[in-house]
Protein backbone atom coordinates (compact mmCIF):
# COMPACT_ATOMS: atom_id res chain seq x y z
CA UNK A 1 0.00 0.00 0.00
CA UNK A 2 2.57 2.55 1.12
CA UNK A 3 4.69 1.85 -2.57
CA UNK A 4 1.30 2.35 -4.18
CA UNK A 5 0.85 5.95 -4.02
CA UNK A 6 4.32 6.72 -5.04
CA UNK A 7 5.08 4.82 -8.36
CA UNK A 8 3.24 7.04 -10.63
CA UNK A 9 4.89 9.66 -9.22
CA UNK A 10 8.49 7.63 -9.52
CA UNK A 11 7.41 6.67 -13.03
CA UNK A 12 7.50 10.16 -13.87
CA UNK A 13 10.11 11.56 -12.04
CA UNK A 14 12.44 8.59 -13.51
CA UNK A 15 12.06 10.02 -16.86
CA UNK A 16 14.33 13.47 -15.98
CA UNK A 17 17.17 10.67 -13.80
CA UNK A 18 19.72 11.51 -16.94
CA UNK A 19 18.48 14.99 -18.37
CA UNK A 20 18.57 16.72 -15.17
CA UNK A 21 22.93 15.77 -14.42
CA UNK A 22 25.16 18.50 -15.17
CA UNK A 23 25.85 18.41 -18.43
CA UNK A 24 29.86 18.68 -17.67
CA UNK A 25 31.81 18.88 -14.05
CA UNK A 26 32.64 22.01 -12.62
CA UNK A 27 30.53 23.92 -14.99
CA UNK A 28 27.58 26.70 -14.52
CA UNK A 29 24.04 25.77 -16.45
CA UNK A 30 20.76 25.58 -15.99
CA UNK A 31 17.90 23.96 -16.86
CA UNK A 32 14.21 24.90 -17.67
CA UNK A 33 12.55 23.29 -20.94
CA UNK A 34 9.50 24.51 -23.00
CA UNK A 35 8.11 21.33 -23.39
CA UNK A 36 7.97 17.75 -21.15
CA UNK A 37 7.09 13.90 -21.60
CA UNK A 38 4.53 14.86 -18.76
CA UNK A 39 3.93 18.49 -19.90
CA UNK A 40 3.93 18.22 -23.94
CA UNK A 41 3.86 22.09 -25.51
CA UNK A 42 1.86 20.28 -28.09
CA UNK A 43 -1.23 19.70 -25.90
CA UNK A 44 -0.74 22.37 -23.12
CA UNK A 45 0.19 26.04 -22.32
CA UNK A 46 3.18 25.00 -19.94
CA UNK A 47 3.57 28.88 -19.02
CA UNK A 48 -0.15 29.07 -17.23
CA UNK A 49 -1.99 27.14 -14.47
CA UNK A 50 -4.98 25.20 -16.65
CA UNK A 51 -8.23 25.22 -14.61
CA UNK A 52 -8.59 21.48 -12.85
CA UNK A 53 -11.66 19.72 -13.89
CA UNK A 54 -10.14 16.19 -13.58
CA UNK A 55 -6.87 13.92 -13.65
CA UNK A 56 -5.01 13.92 -16.86
CA UNK A 57 -5.70 11.09 -19.43
CA UNK A 58 -2.46 9.17 -19.73
CA UNK A 59 -1.86 6.22 -22.04
CA UNK A 60 1.50 4.07 -22.95
CA UNK A 61 3.80 5.47 -25.11
CA UNK A 62 5.67 4.22 -27.88
CA UNK A 63 8.72 3.65 -25.60
CA UNK A 64 6.80 1.98 -22.53
CA UNK A 65 6.37 5.68 -20.91
CA UNK A 66 2.86 6.98 -19.89
CA UNK A 67 2.31 9.87 -21.75
CA UNK A 68 -0.78 12.21 -21.57
CA UNK A 69 -3.72 12.37 -24.15
CA UNK A 70 -5.66 14.91 -23.13
CA UNK A 71 -6.64 17.40 -19.67
CA UNK A 72 -3.04 18.02 -18.95
CA UNK A 73 -2.85 19.56 -15.31
CA UNK A 74 -0.15 21.98 -14.01
CA UNK A 75 2.77 23.98 -15.60
CA UNK A 76 6.92 23.80 -15.39
CA UNK A 77 8.08 26.11 -13.00
CA UNK A 78 12.18 27.01 -13.15
CA UNK A 79 14.46 28.29 -10.46
CA UNK A 80 17.54 29.51 -9.69
CA UNK A 81 19.66 30.02 -6.68
CA UNK A 82 23.06 30.31 -5.62
CA UNK A 83 24.79 28.76 -2.67
CA UNK A 84 27.53 30.71 -1.11
CA UNK A 85 27.54 33.70 1.81
CA UNK A 86 26.48 37.39 2.66
CA UNK A 87 25.32 39.39 5.57
CA UNK A 88 21.97 40.57 6.82
CA UNK A 89 21.30 43.02 9.09
CA UNK A 90 19.67 42.45 12.62
CA UNK A 91 17.52 44.84 14.48
CA UNK A 92 20.26 46.41 16.55
CA UNK A 93 22.07 47.13 13.37
CA UNK A 94 24.78 44.54 13.88
CA UNK A 95 25.64 42.94 10.59
CA UNK A 96 25.70 39.37 10.72
CA UNK A 97 27.57 36.97 8.37
CA UNK A 98 25.31 33.75 7.24
CA UNK A 99 25.84 31.18 4.82
CA UNK A 100 23.37 31.30 2.58
CA UNK A 101 21.86 31.00 -0.53
CA UNK A 102 20.67 33.77 -2.95
CA UNK A 103 18.63 34.51 -5.79
CA UNK A 104 20.05 33.84 -9.49
CA UNK A 105 16.82 34.05 -11.07
CA UNK A 106 13.19 36.09 -10.20
CA UNK A 107 15.54 38.51 -8.96
CA UNK A 108 12.86 41.36 -9.61
CA UNK A 109 9.85 38.96 -8.07
CA UNK A 110 12.21 38.26 -5.03
CA UNK A 111 13.41 41.76 -4.27
CA UNK A 112 9.40 42.78 -4.14
CA UNK A 113 9.12 39.87 -1.39
CA UNK A 114 7.64 36.94 -3.61
CA UNK A 115 8.54 33.85 -4.49
CA UNK A 116 11.23 33.30 -7.49
CA UNK A 117 9.63 30.47 -9.07
CA UNK A 118 8.58 31.29 -13.01
CA UNK A 119 7.23 30.33 -16.05
CA UNK A 120 9.66 29.22 -18.40
CA UNK A 121 8.67 32.01 -20.57
CA UNK A 122 10.17 34.29 -17.98
CA UNK A 123 12.53 32.19 -16.70
CA UNK A 124 13.90 31.76 -20.14
CA UNK A 125 14.73 35.28 -21.28
CA UNK A 126 17.85 37.25 -22.16
CA UNK A 127 19.13 40.34 -20.01
CA UNK A 128 19.30 43.51 -22.20
CA UNK A 129 22.14 45.16 -20.16
CA UNK A 130 24.96 44.35 -17.96
CA UNK A 131 24.35 42.18 -14.35
CA UNK A 132 26.08 44.06 -11.32
CA UNK A 133 27.18 42.98 -8.11
CA UNK A 134 23.90 43.42 -5.99
CA UNK A 135 21.25 43.67 -8.53
CA UNK A 136 18.78 44.40 -7.98
CA UNK A 137 19.86 46.69 -5.29
CA UNK A 138 22.79 48.83 -6.66
CA UNK A 139 21.76 48.52 -10.81
CA UNK A 140 23.10 52.05 -11.39
CA UNK A 141 25.92 52.00 -9.24
CA UNK A 142 24.94 55.66 -8.17
CA UNK A 143 24.66 56.37 -4.31
CA UNK A 144 25.48 54.95 -0.98
CA UNK A 145 21.57 52.93 -0.99
CA UNK A 146 19.54 50.83 -2.87
CA UNK A 147 17.62 51.41 -5.88
CA UNK A 148 13.94 51.24 -6.28
CA UNK A 149 12.72 48.31 -7.63
CA UNK A 150 10.63 49.64 -10.17
CA UNK A 151 13.85 50.40 -12.17
CA UNK A 152 14.84 46.67 -12.26
CA UNK A 153 11.94 44.46 -13.72
CA UNK A 154 14.18 41.36 -14.54
CA UNK A 155 12.95 37.55 -14.03
CA UNK A 156 14.94 35.56 -16.35
CA UNK A 157 18.42 33.37 -15.47
CA UNK A 158 20.94 35.17 -14.44
CA UNK A 159 23.75 34.31 -17.13
CA UNK A 160 21.88 32.85 -19.24
CA UNK A 161 23.26 33.08 -22.79
CA UNK A 162 22.89 31.45 -26.34
CA UNK A 163 25.15 29.23 -27.73
CA UNK A 164 27.08 30.67 -29.87
CA UNK A 165 28.91 27.52 -31.40
CA UNK A 166 25.58 25.86 -32.24
CA UNK A 167 23.78 29.17 -33.97
CA UNK A 168 27.44 29.35 -36.29
CA UNK A 169 26.98 25.70 -37.16
CA UNK A 170 23.49 26.02 -37.82
CA UNK A 171 22.29 23.49 -35.52
CA UNK A 172 19.59 25.69 -34.40
CA UNK A 173 19.05 29.35 -34.78
CA UNK A 174 19.18 32.56 -32.01
CA UNK A 175 18.37 32.53 -29.71
CA UNK A 176 19.19 28.63 -29.25
CA UNK A 177 18.97 28.86 -25.13
CA UNK A 178 19.43 25.44 -24.36
CA UNK A 179 20.80 25.80 -20.69
CA UNK A 180 24.38 27.44 -21.29
CA UNK A 181 25.03 29.99 -19.07
CA UNK A 182 27.72 32.97 -19.17
CA UNK A 183 29.80 32.48 -15.68
CA UNK A 184 31.03 36.16 -15.20
CA UNK A 185 27.47 37.31 -14.58
CA UNK A 186 26.22 34.61 -12.36
CA UNK A 187 29.62 35.29 -10.15
CA UNK A 188 28.83 38.92 -10.15
CA UNK A 189 25.24 38.58 -9.30
CA UNK A 190 25.58 35.60 -7.21
CA UNK A 191 28.44 36.38 -4.93
CA UNK A 192 27.79 37.38 -1.51
CA UNK A 193 24.34 38.02 -2.24
CA UNK A 194 22.88 35.33 0.27
CA UNK A 195 19.14 36.01 1.28
CA UNK A 196 17.63 35.30 5.10
CA UNK A 197 15.62 33.72 4.49
CA UNK A 198 16.81 31.95 1.51
CA UNK A 199 14.89 32.59 -1.76
CA UNK A 200 11.25 31.71 -1.45
CA UNK A 201 9.34 28.66 -3.54
CA UNK A 202 6.10 28.44 -4.74
CA UNK A 203 4.58 26.04 -7.08
CA UNK A 204 1.15 24.19 -7.91
CA UNK A 205 -0.42 20.49 -7.60
CA UNK A 206 0.78 18.89 -10.90
CA UNK A 207 3.66 21.18 -11.28
CA UNK A 208 6.44 20.36 -12.90
CA UNK A 209 9.62 22.27 -11.07
CA UNK A 210 13.35 22.62 -12.20
CA UNK A 211 15.61 23.85 -9.68
CA UNK A 212 18.84 24.82 -10.08
CA UNK A 213 21.24 25.45 -7.59
CA UNK A 214 24.52 27.06 -8.86
CA UNK A 215 27.55 26.98 -5.52
CA UNK A 216 29.44 30.09 -6.20
CA UNK A 217 31.94 29.49 -3.19
CA UNK A 218 32.18 31.70 -0.17
CA UNK A 219 34.48 35.07 -0.14
CA UNK A 220 34.76 35.28 3.14
CA UNK A 221 35.75 31.79 4.06
CA UNK A 222 38.25 30.88 1.18
CA UNK A 223 39.71 28.26 3.23
CA UNK A 224 36.67 25.88 2.74
CA UNK A 225 35.24 23.73 -0.07
CA UNK A 226 31.45 23.93 1.25
CA UNK A 227 29.45 21.50 -0.88
CA UNK A 228 25.75 21.98 -0.88
CA UNK A 229 22.32 20.69 -1.59
CA UNK A 230 18.72 21.10 -1.25
CA UNK A 231 16.63 18.80 0.36
CA UNK A 232 13.28 19.58 0.93
CA UNK A 233 12.19 18.91 4.40
CA UNK A 234 8.86 16.83 4.52
CA UNK A 235 8.35 16.88 1.14
CA UNK A 236 6.96 13.27 -0.39
CA UNK A 237 9.91 13.10 -3.19
CA UNK A 238 9.56 9.74 -5.02
CA UNK A 239 13.32 9.58 -5.89
CA UNK A 240 16.26 9.92 -3.32
CA UNK A 241 18.31 11.36 -5.78
CA UNK A 242 16.47 14.49 -5.70
CA UNK A 243 16.40 14.46 -1.96
CA UNK A 244 19.41 16.79 -1.23
CA UNK A 245 20.89 13.94 1.82
CA UNK A 246 24.43 13.94 0.07
CA UNK A 247 24.42 9.96 1.29
CA UNK A 248 21.75 8.83 -1.02
CA UNK A 249 22.35 11.70 -3.94
CA UNK A 250 24.73 14.24 -4.73
CA UNK A 251 26.41 17.40 -3.41
CA UNK A 252 27.26 19.74 -5.75
CA UNK A 253 31.17 21.51 -5.60
CA UNK A 254 32.29 25.23 -5.58
CA UNK A 255 31.64 25.99 -9.66
CA UNK A 256 29.19 23.76 -10.43
CA UNK A 257 25.54 23.25 -10.97
CA UNK A 258 22.94 20.55 -10.70
CA UNK A 259 19.13 20.54 -11.57
CA UNK A 260 16.94 19.11 -8.95
CA UNK A 261 13.41 17.91 -10.51
CA UNK A 262 10.32 17.59 -8.47
CA UNK A 263 6.44 17.00 -9.50
CA UNK A 264 4.76 18.91 -7.03
CA UNK A 265 3.36 16.31 -4.45
CA UNK A 266 0.14 17.57 -1.72
CA UNK A 267 -0.46 20.76 -1.05
CA UNK A 268 1.17 22.32 1.50
CA UNK A 269 3.73 24.26 3.97
CA UNK A 270 7.07 22.91 3.74
CA UNK A 271 10.72 24.42 4.18
CA UNK A 272 14.07 23.61 2.45
CA UNK A 273 17.87 23.60 3.72
CA UNK A 274 21.17 22.55 2.83
CA UNK A 275 21.82 19.05 4.26
CA UNK A 276 25.47 18.96 4.41
CA UNK A 277 26.71 19.28 7.93
CA UNK A 278 22.93 20.65 9.11
CA UNK A 279 23.46 21.70 12.21
CA UNK A 280 26.53 24.38 10.97
CA UNK A 281 24.47 25.36 7.39
CA UNK A 282 20.82 25.69 9.54
CA UNK A 283 21.96 27.98 11.94
CA UNK A 284 24.11 29.79 9.35
CA UNK A 285 21.04 30.45 7.51
CA UNK A 286 20.94 27.93 4.40
CA UNK A 287 16.83 27.52 5.22
CA UNK A 288 13.78 28.80 3.09
CA UNK A 289 10.01 28.26 2.84
CA UNK A 290 8.42 26.46 -0.05
CA UNK A 291 5.19 25.58 -0.24
CA UNK A 292 2.70 23.82 -2.50
CA UNK A 293 -1.12 25.54 -4.31
CA UNK A 294 -3.75 23.05 -4.17
CA UNK A 295 -5.64 22.10 -7.13
CA UNK A 296 -8.81 23.69 -5.58
CA UNK A 297 -7.54 27.32 -6.27
CA UNK A 298 -7.84 25.81 -10.16
CA UNK A 299 -11.87 24.50 -9.99
CA UNK A 300 -14.01 27.25 -12.04
CA UNK A 301 -15.64 29.58 -9.85
CA UNK A 302 -19.10 28.24 -9.02
CA UNK A 303 -18.13 24.78 -9.13
CA UNK A 304 -19.05 22.20 -6.22
CA UNK A 305 -16.03 21.87 -4.14
CA UNK A 306 -17.29 18.74 -2.89
CA UNK A 307 -17.21 16.84 -6.13
CA UNK A 308 -14.45 18.28 -7.45
CA UNK A 309 -12.67 16.95 -4.42
CA UNK A 310 -14.60 13.55 -5.33
CA UNK A 311 -12.63 14.07 -8.85
CA UNK A 312 -8.99 13.74 -7.33
CA UNK A 313 -10.31 10.21 -5.82
CA UNK A 314 -9.89 9.10 -9.53
CA UNK A 315 -6.16 10.52 -10.10
CA UNK A 316 -3.52 7.32 -8.96
CA UNK A 317 -1.08 10.40 -7.06
CA UNK A 318 -3.46 11.68 -4.49
CA UNK A 319 -6.70 8.99 -4.92
CA UNK A 320 -7.21 7.92 -1.12
CA UNK A 321 -9.48 5.13 -2.39
CA UNK A 322 -10.21 3.58 -5.78
CA UNK A 323 -12.37 0.80 -6.74
CA UNK A 324 -11.52 -2.71 -7.19
CA UNK A 325 -7.92 -2.07 -5.12
CA UNK A 326 -9.46 -3.37 -1.67
CA UNK A 327 -10.00 0.48 -0.34
CA UNK A 328 -13.82 0.78 -1.13
CA UNK A 329 -13.76 4.51 0.27
CA UNK A 330 -11.54 7.39 1.55
CA UNK A 331 -12.17 6.42 5.27
CA UNK A 332 -10.05 2.74 4.62
CA UNK A 333 -6.43 4.71 3.33
CA UNK A 334 -4.30 5.40 5.97
CA UNK A 335 -2.23 7.20 3.22
CA UNK A 336 -4.85 9.72 2.70
CA UNK A 337 -3.75 13.40 2.90
CA UNK A 338 -7.06 14.66 1.40
CA UNK A 339 -10.40 12.73 2.25
CA UNK A 340 -13.57 13.83 1.64
CA UNK A 341 -15.41 16.20 4.23
CA UNK A 342 -17.51 13.94 6.36
CA UNK A 343 -20.58 16.41 4.77
CA UNK A 344 -21.50 17.65 1.51
CA UNK A 345 -21.87 21.57 2.93
CA UNK A 346 -22.31 22.60 -0.96
CA UNK A 347 -19.85 24.92 -0.86
CA UNK A 348 -18.86 25.99 -4.32
CA UNK A 349 -15.61 27.51 -6.01
CA UNK A 350 -16.16 31.20 -4.57
CA UNK A 351 -15.18 34.12 -7.13
CA UNK A 352 -12.52 35.52 -4.25
CA UNK A 353 -9.52 34.10 -2.66
CA UNK A 354 -8.14 30.94 -2.79
CA UNK A 355 -7.96 27.89 -0.43
CA UNK A 356 -4.40 26.56 1.36
CA UNK A 357 -6.10 22.84 0.74
CA UNK A 358 -8.02 20.32 -0.85
CA UNK A 359 -10.74 20.60 1.51
CA UNK A 360 -14.06 19.80 -0.43
CA UNK A 361 -15.93 22.46 2.09
CA UNK A 362 -14.10 25.41 1.48
CA UNK A 363 -13.29 25.55 4.87
CA UNK A 364 -9.73 27.08 4.20
CA UNK A 365 -10.18 29.93 1.76
CA UNK A 366 -8.40 32.91 2.65
CA UNK A 367 -8.26 36.29 1.31
CA UNK A 368 -4.65 37.36 1.75
CA UNK A 369 -1.11 35.14 2.70
CA UNK A 370 1.65 35.41 4.23
CA UNK A 371 4.89 33.35 4.43
CA UNK A 372 5.92 33.31 8.24
CA UNK A 373 9.85 32.13 8.81
CA UNK A 374 11.20 32.12 12.18
CA UNK A 375 14.36 31.41 12.97
CA UNK A 376 17.49 32.40 15.41
CA UNK A 377 20.98 33.06 15.21
CA UNK A 378 23.69 32.91 17.94
CA UNK A 379 25.86 35.46 17.47
CA UNK A 380 28.84 34.02 18.59
CA UNK A 381 28.68 30.78 16.36
CA UNK A 382 28.27 33.47 13.09
CA UNK A 383 30.97 35.28 13.87
CA UNK A 384 33.31 32.27 14.35
CA UNK A 385 32.00 30.78 10.98
CA UNK A 386 32.97 34.04 9.47
CA UNK A 387 36.52 33.87 10.70
CA UNK A 388 37.92 30.32 12.11
CA UNK A 389 36.61 26.70 12.33
CA UNK A 390 35.44 24.81 14.70
CA UNK A 391 32.40 26.37 15.66
CA UNK A 392 31.06 25.82 19.41
CA UNK A 393 27.76 23.55 18.80
CA UNK A 394 27.35 21.98 22.06
CA UNK A 395 27.15 26.46 23.44
CA UNK A 396 24.90 27.09 20.63
CA UNK A 397 22.40 29.65 22.10
CA UNK A 398 20.04 32.05 19.62
CA UNK A 399 19.86 35.94 20.48
CA UNK A 400 18.76 36.94 17.95
CA UNK A 401 15.11 35.91 16.79
CA UNK A 402 13.99 36.35 13.69
CA UNK A 403 10.29 36.45 11.38
CA UNK A 404 11.26 36.31 7.86
CA UNK A 405 15.11 36.96 8.05
CA UNK A 406 14.12 39.89 10.62
CA UNK A 407 13.62 41.09 14.30
CA UNK A 408 11.42 44.05 15.28
CA UNK A 409 11.38 46.36 14.35
CA UNK A 410 12.56 45.66 11.22
CA UNK A 411 9.49 43.32 10.98
CA UNK A 412 7.17 46.21 10.64
CA UNK A 413 9.57 47.68 7.76
CA UNK A 414 8.06 47.51 4.27
CA UNK A 415 10.30 46.97 1.20
CA UNK A 416 13.28 44.89 1.14
CA UNK A 417 15.91 45.53 3.46
CA UNK A 418 19.09 46.32 2.12
CA UNK A 419 22.37 45.14 3.64
CA UNK A 420 26.40 46.66 2.38
CA UNK A 421 28.76 43.84 2.28
CA UNK A 422 32.58 42.97 1.84
CA UNK A 423 32.03 43.38 -2.11
CA UNK A 424 31.02 47.23 -1.35
CA UNK A 425 27.37 46.85 -3.14
CA UNK A 426 24.29 47.09 -1.80
CA UNK A 427 22.59 43.90 -1.56
CA UNK A 428 18.49 43.25 -0.74
CA UNK A 429 19.44 40.56 1.92
CA UNK A 430 16.70 40.23 3.54
CA UNK A 431 13.30 40.99 1.25
CA UNK A 432 10.61 39.44 3.23
CA UNK A 433 8.34 42.18 5.42
CA UNK A 434 6.23 40.30 8.05
CA UNK A 435 3.43 43.12 8.30
CA UNK A 436 -0.13 41.12 8.22
CA UNK A 437 -2.88 43.50 6.28
CA UNK A 438 -6.12 42.04 6.37
CA UNK A 439 -9.08 42.96 5.04
CA UNK A 440 -11.92 44.63 7.30
CA UNK A 441 -13.72 41.17 7.99
CA UNK A 442 -11.46 39.04 5.42
CA UNK A 443 -9.20 35.62 6.25
CA UNK A 444 -5.40 35.72 6.47
CA UNK A 445 -3.53 32.58 5.49
CA UNK A 446 -0.18 32.37 7.59
CA UNK A 447 2.01 29.65 6.46
CA UNK A 448 4.24 29.45 9.46
CA UNK A 449 7.36 27.17 9.38
CA UNK A 450 10.01 26.96 12.33
CA UNK A 451 13.44 27.14 10.69
CA UNK A 452 15.30 27.43 14.25
CA UNK A 453 18.23 24.98 15.08
CA UNK A 454 17.97 24.99 18.80
CA UNK A 455 14.97 26.58 20.18
CA UNK A 456 10.95 25.19 20.18
CA UNK A 457 9.29 29.03 19.53
CA UNK A 458 6.22 30.61 20.52
CA UNK A 459 3.44 32.97 18.50
CA UNK A 460 0.67 34.24 20.08
CA UNK A 461 -2.60 36.25 18.22
CA UNK A 462 -4.54 38.36 21.20
CA UNK A 463 -7.67 40.14 19.64
CA UNK A 464 -8.14 38.00 16.53
CA UNK A 465 -8.51 34.27 16.81
CA UNK A 466 -6.22 31.93 14.81
CA UNK A 467 -7.68 28.50 13.59
CA UNK A 468 -4.82 25.96 12.89
CA UNK A 469 -5.87 24.01 9.96
CA UNK A 470 -2.84 22.15 8.81
CA UNK A 471 0.31 20.51 10.25
CA UNK A 472 3.58 19.38 8.67
CA UNK A 473 1.63 20.09 5.16
CA UNK A 474 -1.14 17.84 6.42
CA UNK A 475 -5.02 19.30 6.23
CA UNK A 476 -6.29 18.72 10.09
CA UNK A 477 -8.83 15.85 8.82
CA UNK A 478 -9.42 12.61 9.91
CA UNK A 479 -9.67 9.36 7.83
CA UNK A 480 -14.08 9.56 8.15
CA UNK A 481 -13.74 13.43 6.81
CA UNK A 482 -14.02 15.24 10.35
CA UNK A 483 -12.26 18.96 10.61
CA UNK A 484 -10.15 18.68 12.94
CA UNK A 485 -9.35 22.47 13.12
CA UNK A 486 -8.95 24.27 16.37
CA UNK A 487 -8.70 27.62 17.31
CA UNK A 488 -6.34 29.06 20.17
CA UNK A 489 -4.78 32.21 20.52
CA UNK A 490 -0.83 30.95 20.85
CA UNK A 491 0.85 27.96 18.43
CA UNK A 492 4.10 26.37 19.70
CA UNK A 493 6.54 24.86 17.04
CA UNK A 494 9.64 22.71 17.14
CA UNK A 495 12.38 23.14 14.59
CA UNK A 496 11.04 21.51 11.41
CA UNK A 497 7.24 21.89 11.87
CA UNK A 498 4.81 24.04 9.89
CA UNK A 499 1.77 25.32 10.78
CA UNK A 500 -0.80 26.75 8.36
CA UNK A 501 -2.84 29.44 10.63
CA UNK A 502 -5.74 31.18 9.45
CA UNK A 503 -7.19 34.82 11.20
CA UNK A 504 -10.24 35.85 11.04
CA UNK A 505 -10.97 39.23 10.89
CA UNK A 506 -14.69 38.98 10.87
CA UNK A 507 -16.04 40.91 13.61
CA UNK A 508 -12.87 42.25 14.72
CA UNK A 509 -12.63 46.21 14.52
CA UNK A 510 -10.38 47.63 12.32
CA UNK A 511 -7.10 49.03 13.72
CA UNK A 512 -3.31 47.43 14.72
CA UNK A 513 -3.00 43.71 16.70
CA UNK A 514 0.21 42.10 17.50
CA UNK A 515 1.92 39.09 16.36
CA UNK A 516 4.08 38.06 18.92
CA UNK A 517 6.37 35.35 20.99
CA UNK A 518 5.16 35.15 25.01
CA UNK A 519 8.60 33.72 25.49
CA UNK A 520 10.06 37.11 26.98
CA UNK A 521 13.61 36.66 26.56
CA UNK A 522 12.64 35.72 22.60
CA UNK A 523 11.46 39.45 22.68
CA UNK A 524 15.16 40.84 21.98
CA UNK A 525 18.05 41.41 19.97
CA UNK A 526 20.78 40.09 21.62
CA UNK A 527 21.56 42.36 24.38
CA UNK A 528 19.02 44.82 23.88
CA UNK A 529 14.76 44.21 24.79
CA UNK A 530 11.97 44.74 22.94
CA UNK A 531 12.67 43.03 20.18
CA UNK A 532 12.99 39.94 18.43
CA UNK A 533 9.32 38.03 17.25
CA UNK A 534 6.99 40.57 16.62
CA UNK A 535 4.89 42.04 14.02
CA UNK A 536 1.60 43.62 13.45
CA UNK A 537 -1.59 42.85 12.27
CA UNK A 538 -3.27 45.85 10.32
CA UNK A 539 -7.01 45.00 9.95
CA UNK A 540 -8.27 47.31 7.41
CA UNK A 541 -11.37 49.31 7.00
CA UNK A 542 -11.26 50.00 3.58
CA UNK A 543 -9.23 47.03 2.23
CA UNK A 544 -6.03 46.02 0.79
CA UNK A 545 -4.42 46.38 -2.08
CA UNK A 546 -2.95 42.97 -3.26
CA UNK A 547 -3.73 39.01 -2.18
CA UNK A 548 -0.37 38.52 -0.53
CA UNK A 549 3.20 39.31 0.72
CA UNK A 550 3.94 43.78 0.13
CA UNK A 551 0.21 44.78 0.25
CA UNK A 552 -0.60 47.51 2.29
CA UNK A 553 -4.04 48.74 3.57
CA UNK A 554 -6.21 51.33 1.58
Not at 1 to 27: G, H, I
Not at 241 to 248: K, L, M, T
Request: a negative charge.
Amino acid sequence: MANRKLDATFALSVLFFVSALPAAAQSFQVQCPSSTITHPSSLTNVNAEPAYSGPTTFTSGPKGYLTPTANVNGAIKCQQISGGDGYATMGDGTQTYLFAFGPLSGLADIANGLPGTEFPNAFNTLYGGTLRPGDPATRDGAGPGPNPLSVFPYNGAVGLAPDLDAIASGACTAPCLDGHVDPRPVMDVGVMNGNMPAPLFAIDEDDEFFLTLTNVGQVMRPDLFEQHTVHFHGYPNASAFYDGVPDASVAINIGGSFTYYYLAPDAGTYFWHCHITPPEHLQMGMVGQIYVRPRQNRVPVGNNLYAALGLQQTDPRTACGRSGDGYVNSANEILCSNPLPAVNTGATRASTGNYAYNDGDGSTRYDVEYPLQIHGFDPNFHFVGMTFNPEGFTDMKDKYFLLNGRSYPDTVTPGPLATQSTDGSMHYSQPLPSIINIPAGGRALLRIADLDVTEYQTLASLGIPMTVIGLNAKLLRDQAGNNLYYRTNSITLAGGESLDVILDAAGIPSGTYYLYTPNLDHLSNDAENFGGLMTEVHVCSGGVTGATFGNSCI
